[in-house]
């Protein structure tokens, strides 16, 4: 079953907006981590932010967990085209399983 | 060094024939696993080895599925008498660990398509 639950399920911006994906879980985690797909590809790791920690940055990725609402956000920053792909969410659980959402698909129009 | 890979990359087959799916990880990679994304889904899991410990078999949705890990590294995933539901990619991913905090390194998939 999956645990994380992605919204919205599409977004489409323009470039050089930001783009901001949000996560829902329900039950306690040992960490929480975005992928992304892009089309017909396997899905590559961004982030992992530890359920102790409240936000973590790379490059233009900006993620925050908050662990009494059960959520997390990933923000995407002056998007580009080569953002455009669906990103999932996974938790890791207090007995070491991974659960994917249903991912948001991202499009990013030039 | 070479990721995950996976063959075929696509698979054809009629309804009730058996299918047999690889997946090679990368070197040293203890933990594998097995993924089933449908059309515009998200993943779902179906099974997970590591090391020489018993399988989590959890996930497969039926009997007809069943995976094997030979010698620690390759893997391949059986699906008995297929059904035209079982049409999906199928996603394998490696980690060096299960333990808190794996990040899971994914092939490209198998698309399967059940006529």
């Known amino acids: 079953s999956q645990q994380g639950e992605e919204d919205p399920q599409a977004l489409s911006i323009q470039e050089g907006e930001n783009a901001t994906m949000n996560c829902s879980y329900k039950?306690?985690?040992?960490?929480l981590q975005w992928y992304r797909q892009n089309s017909g590809r396997g899905l590559v790791h961004l982030i992992l932010?530890?359920?102790?920690?409240r936000e973590k940055h790379s490059g233009r990725l900006r993620v925050t967990l908050d662990t009494s609402k059960k959520s997390s956000s990933l923000l995407i920053t002056a998007s580009r085209a080569a953002d455009t792909a669906s990103y999932f969410c996974?938790?890791?659980?207090?007995?070491?399983?991974?659960?994917f959402g249903a991912g948001t698909r991202l499009t990013v129009k030039p | 060094g070479a990721g995950v890979s996976q063959s075929p990359s696509n698979k054809v087959t009629e309804k009730g024939k058996d299918v047999e799916l690889r997946c090679d990880p990368i070197?040293?990679?203890?933990?594998l696993y097995w993924y089933r994304q449908s059309l515009g889904q998200g993943l779902e899991f179906l099974i997970y080895?590591?090391?020489?410990?018993?399988?989590?078999k959890s996930g497969l949705p039926s009997d007809r599925f069943s995976a094997e890990r030979t010698g620690g590294s390759v893997s391949t995933l059986t699906i008995q008498r297929t059904q035209q539901e079982d049409s999906a990619v199928y996603l394998c991913?490696?980690?060096?660990?299960?333990?808190?905090?794996?990040?899971?390194?994914f092939g490209a998939g198998t698309r399967l398509s059940v006529l």
């Open positions: 991913a490696s980690s060096f660990d299960r333990g808190p905090q794996n990040i899971q390194y």
């Open positions: 039950t306690s985690i040992n960490n």
């Open positions: 932010i530890r359920s102790n920690e």
């Open positions: 996974a938790t890791e659980q207090g007995n070491n399983d991974m659960r």
């Open positions: 070197s040293g990679h203890t933990a």
């Open positions: 080895f590591q090391g020489n410990s018993a399988p989590d």
